[in-house]
C-alpha cells in the first residue's frame, strides 16, 4: 500500500538528507515535489494543499537543530503533520448498547466481507458477533454472508426466500436480533455502482430502524479522486461515524484514506489488507505515516506475529535450532508461518529500510510458493538430511514441482547459510540484539534519526544560529 507515494518521498527526502546546508529554494522545491506525489497517489488536492501549507507552517521560522541534519528535520515536521492528518491515534468501535454496527458503501467495496472480517476480528476480542444480510439486490451477496458465517462459526440472519423490501427485511432481522439475545449486530446493507438518490433514501430508512451505534463506511483503496464526493455524499445522509478502507494490498496509491479521512472528519477504524477473514488491522495512524515514510512498522509486525505463534511449536524450533537439527522440513514451517502473517511485500514494508528489498527479483509471494513446492516434491528422508541430494535426485525434483534444477540448487545454497548461521550463537545473538533494540536497530531506520528531546511532539524547538526553514 502507498507504495508509489513511499517511493516518490523517500527520492525527495533522499534529496535533502544529502545537503549540508538547505536553502529556501531547497525547501521550496522540497514541497513542490511531495505535492506532486499526493496528488499522483489520487490525494484530493485540498487535502494535499492543506498538508503542505501544515508543514511550511510549521516549518517556518524553526532553525535546524545542530545535531539534526535540515533534511532530517523537515522528514520528522511531515512524520508529524501526517499522522495529525490521518487521525491521531487509534479509534476504538462504540460497543455500548444496543451494540449495532451498519455497514455502507458502494458495490465491489468489499462491504460483505468486509462484515465477516470484523466478525472474526470481534470473536477474537471475546464478543458474539451477529451478521445480519440486508444486501437484497446483488446476487448471492446472502449466500455469501452465510457461507463466511458458517465458516467462523457466527449466527447469520438473512431475509425470507424472495424478499425485496428492505424495510421489511430489517424489521424481521430486528425480531430476529431479540431472539439471540445478547451480541454485536453487524448490518450488510446493499450498494450501488454511483451514490444515487434511491441508495441513499433506502440507507436512511435502515439507519432510522436499526438506530446503529457505529456507521462505518466501506470504501475501496482505488476509489481515487472519487473518494471525496463518495464520503461527502455518505456523511451527508446517514452521518459515518467511521472508515474502513479495503483492498490496500492491492493499490499502489492509497489517497483515497487520505483524502476520506481529511473530509469527513471520521476515524479509520480498520484496514482490510488481504481477501481472508483474518486479514483485518485496527488502523494506528502514527504507524501508518511511518510505513508511508517508509519506516517500516515493526509494533504492528510484532503483533501480527504475536497472534499467530504457536509457543509450543516455536520452543520446540528453538530446540533444534540449538542442536543444530535445523532441516527442511523447518524451513518449510517457517514459510507458512510468514504466509499466515500476510503478503510478503507487506511484511518487508513493516521492516525499516526493507522497503527497497520488495521490489527487487525473486523477494515475492510467488518465489516463496516456488521454495514450498520444490520441499515438499521431497522425500522425508531428503528433507531432514539434504545431503543426500545428488543430480538425480534435483532432477526428480525438479520434474516433481516444475521448477528448474537452478532453482532447487539455490535454494540449497541459502539453507545451508542459514543453518550455518544458526549454528553461530554470536552471530544469532548479535542479529537479536540488532532487531530488538541493540545499536543495530539506528542502522535499519532508513536514514531517520533517533529524535532528540527537543524535537519530540510537544517539546520546544532550540533555536540556534544558522539557516531557518522558510516557505
Same mark, same amino acid.
Given at each position: 500500500?502507498?507504495?508509489?507515494?513511499?517511493?516518490?518521498?523517500?527520492?525527495? &527526502?533522499?534529496?535533502?538528507?544529502?545537503?549540508?546546508?538547505?536553502?529556501?529554494?531547497?525547501?521550496?522545491?522540497?514541497?513542490?515535489?511531495?505535492?506532486?506525489?499526493?496528488?499522483?497517489?489520487?490525494?484530493?488536492?485540498?487535502?494535499?494543499?492543506?498538508?503542505?501549507?501544515?508543514?511550511?507552517?510549521?516549518?517556518?521560522?524553526?532553525?535546524?537543530?545542530?545535531?539534526?541534519?535540515?533534511?532530517?528535520?523537515?522528514?520528522?515536521?511531515?512524520?508529524?503533520?501526517?499522522?495529525?492528518?490521518?487521525?491521531?491515534?487509534?479509534?476504538?468501535?462504540?460497543?455500548?448498547?444496543?451494540?449495532?454496527?451498519?455497514?455502507?458503501?458502494?458495490?465491489?467495496?468489499?462491504?460483505?466481507?468486509?462484515?465477516? $472480517?470484523?466478525?472474526?476480528?470481534?470473536?477474537?476480542?471475546?464478543?458474539?458477533?451477529?451478521?445480519?444480510?440486508?444486501?437484497?439486490?446483488?446476487?448471492?451477496?446472502?449466500?455469501?454472508?452465510?457461507?463466511?458465517?458458517?465458516?467462523?462459526?457466527?449466527?447469520?440472519?438473512?431475509?425470507?426466500?424472495?424478499?425485496?423490501?428492505?424495510?421489511?427485511?430489517?424489521?424481521?432481522?430486528?425480531?430476529?436480533?431479540?431472539?439471540?439475545?445478547?451480541?454485536?449486530?453487524?448490518?450488510?446493507?446493499?450498494?450501488?455502482?454511483?451514490?444515487?438518490?434511491?441508495?441513499?433514501?433506502?440507507?436512511?430508512?435502515?439507519?432510522?430502524?436499526?438506530?446503529?451505534?457505529?456507521?462505518?463506511?466501506?470504501?475501496?483503496?482505488?476509489?481515487?479522486?472519487?473518494?471525496?464526493?463518495?464520503?461527502? $455524499?455518505?456523511?451527508?445522509?446517514?452521518?459515518?461515524?467511521?472508515?474502513?478502507?479495503? $483492498?490496500?494490498?492491492?493499490?499502489?496509491?492509497?489517497?483515497?484514506?487520505?483524502?476520506?479521512?481529511?473530509?469527513?472528519?471520521?476515524?479509520?477504524?480498520?484496514?482490510?489488507?488481504?481477501?481472508?477473514?483474518?486479514?483485518?488491522?485496527? +488502523?494506528?495512524?502514527?504507524? !501508518?505515516?511511518?510505513?508511508?515514510?517508509?519506516?517500516?512498522?515493526?509494533?504492528?509486525?510484532?503483533?501480527?506475529?504475536?497472534?499467530?505463534?504457536?509457543?509450543?511449536?516455536?520452543?520446540?524450533?528453538?530446540?533444534?535450532?540449538?542442536?543444530?537439527?535445523?532441516?527442511?522440513?523447518?524451513?518449510?514451517?517457517?514459510?507458512? &508461518?510468514?504466509?499466515?502473517?500476510?503478503?510478503?511485500?507487506?511484511?518487508?514494508? !513493516?521492516?525499516?529500510?526493507?522497503?527497497?528489498?520488495?521490489?527487487?527479483?525473486?523477494?515475492?509471494?510467488?518465489? !516463496?510458493?516456488?521454495?514450498?513446492?520444490?520441499?515438499?516434491?521431497?522425500?522425508?528422508?531428503?528433507?531432514?538430511?539434504?545431503?543426500?541430494?545428488?543430480?538425480?535426485?534435483?532432477?526428480?525434483?525438479?520434474?516433481?514441482?516444475?521448477?528448474?534444477?537452478?532453482?532447487?540448487?539455490?535454494?540449497?545454497?541459502? +539453507?545451508?547459510?542459514?543453518?550455518?548461521?544458526?549454528?553461530?550463537?554470536?552471530? !544469532?545473538?548479535?542479529?537479536?540484539?540488532?532487531? +530488538?533494540?541493540?545499536?543495530?536497530?539506528?542502522?535499519?531506520?532508513?536514514?531517520?534519526?533517533?529524535?532528540?528531546?527537543?524535537?519530540?511532539?510537544?517539546?520546544?524547538?532550540?533555536?540556534?544560529?544558522?539557516?531557518?526553514?522558510?516557505?
Amino acid at each position: 500500500m502507498f507504495s508509489l507515494l513511499t517511493d516518490k518521498l523517500e527520492e525527495t &527526502f533522499r534529496k535533502l538528507r544529502g545537503l549540508g546546508k538547505i536553502s529556501e529554494s531547497n525547501v521550496a522545491d522540497a514541497m513542490r515535489e511531495i505535492r506532486l506525489a499526493l496528488l499522483e497517489a489520487d490525494v484530493d488536492f485540498k487535502v494535499a494543499k492543506d498538508l503542505i501549507e501544515a508543514i511550511k507552517e510549521r516549518a517556518l521560522g524553526e532553525e535546524v537543530l545542530k545535531n539534526v541534519s535540515p533534511g532530517q528535520q523537515i522528514v520528522k515536521i511531515f512524520n508529524d503533520e501526517l499522522a495529525k492528518i490521518l487521525g491521531g491515534g487509534a479509534t476504538d468501535l462504540d460497543l455500548s448498547p444496543p451494540q449495532r454496527i451498519l455497514m455502507v458503501g458502494l458495490n465491489g467495496a468489499g462491504k460483505t466481507t468486509t462484515s465477516a $472480517k470484523l466478525a472474526n476480528w470481534l470473536k477474537k476480542q471475546g464478543k458474539r458477533p451477529l451478521l445480519i444480510a440486508l444486501d437484497l439486490y446483488r446476487p448471492a451477496a446472502v449466500t455469501q454472508l452465510q457461507v463466511l458465517g458458517q465458516q467462523l462459526g457466527v449466527p447469520v440472519c438473512v431475509p425470507q426466500a424472495g424478499e425485496t423490501d428492505v424495510v421489511k427485511a430489517t424489521k424481521a432481522a430486528l425480531v430476529w436480533l431479540e431472539q439471540q439475545g445478547s451480541g454485536v449486530a453487524i448490518f450488510d446493507t446493499a450498494g450501488r455502482q454511483e451514490v444515487d438518490d434511491a441508495l441513499l433514501s433506502e440507507l436512511k430508512q435502515v439507519r432510522d430502524l436499526v438506530q446503529p451505534r457505529e456507521t462505518l463506511l466501506v470504501a475501496d483503496a482505488a476509489t481515487g479522486q472519487q473518494a471525496v464526493s463518495v464520503a461527502t $455524499k455518505f456523511h451527508e445522509t446517514v452521518t459515518i461515524t467511521g472508515l474502513i478502507m479495503t $483492498k490496500l494490498d492491492g493499490d499502489a496509491r492509497g489517497g483515497a484514506l487520505l483524502s476520506m479521512r481529511q473530509v469527513t472528519g471520521c476515524p479509520v477504524k480498520f484496514l482490510g489488507t488481504g481477501e481472508k477473514v483474518d486479514q483485518l488491522e485496527v +488502523f494506528h495512524p502514527d504507524r !501508518m505515516a511511518q510505513r508511508i515514510l517508509g519506516m517500516g512498522d515493526v509494533v504492528s509486525l510484532v503483533e501480527k506475529a504475536a497472534q499467530e505463534i504457536d509457543e509450543k511449536e516455536a520452543m520446540g524450533m528453538m530446540r533444534r535450532m540449538e542442536q543444530n537439527k535445523f532441516d527442511l522440513t523447518d524451513m518449510l514451517n517457517q514459510l507458512r &508461518f510468514m504466509k499466515k502473517l500476510g503478503p510478503l511485500e507487506g511484511l518487508l514494508g !513493516m521492516i525499516p529500510g526493507m522497503g527497497k528489498i520488495k521490489n527487487m527479483p525473486g523477494v515475492d509471494d510467488k518465489r !516463496m510458493k516456488h521454495v514450498e513446492a520444490i520441499i515438499l516434491s521431497m522425500t522425508p528422508k531428503e528433507r531432514s538430511n539434504p545431503s543426500v541430494l545428488n543430480g538425480s535426485r534435483r532432477k526428480r525434483i525438479s520434474g516433481g514441482c516444475g521448477r528448474p534444477v537452478m532453482e532447487i540448487n539455490q535454494l540449497l545454497k541459502q +539453507f545451508d547459510m542459514m543453518k550455518g548461521l544458526m549454528s553461530n550463537k554470536g552471530a !544469532m545473538s548479535q542479529m537479536a540484539g540488532g532487531l +530488538f533494540g541493540g545499536k543495530g536497530m539506528g542502522g535499519m531506520m532508513g536514514g531517520m534519526p533517533q529524535m532528540p528531546k527537543g524535537m519530540m511532539p510537544g517539546g520546544k524547538i532550540k533555536r540556534s544560529k544558522g539557516f531557518r526553514l522558510g516557505g
